[in-house]
């Protein structure tokens, strides 16, 4: 990449993990919930049923199936 590239990717990234972590800190505020517990609700109730099996919501979320398995459990 060029050095201009590379300026406007770690801008790009710069505030990229800033929207992240200002969404995490102000859904802890207003609710005591993480971004990702978040996450994890918007794809359950995007589903008619309400429901997904592990894999479908690993799926949905970009997740891998342990890492949703783990996050489900401590909600």
Excluded: F, I
Excluded at 2 to 26: H, I, T
Excluded at 50 to 75: D, F, P, Q, Y
């Amino acid at each position: 990449m060029s050095e201009e590239q590379v300026r406007a990717w770690c801008a790009y990234m710069k505030v990229q993990l800033r929207l992240v972590y200002e969404m995490n800190r102000q859904l802890q505020a207003d609710s005591n919930m993480s971004l990702p517990d978040y996450d994890v609700l918007v794809a359950l109730t995007s589903d008619p049923e309400g429901k997904l099996r592990v894999a479908a919501l690993a799926t949905r979320l970009g997740w891998e199936r342990s890492r949703v398995s783990h996050h489900a459990r401590r909600m």
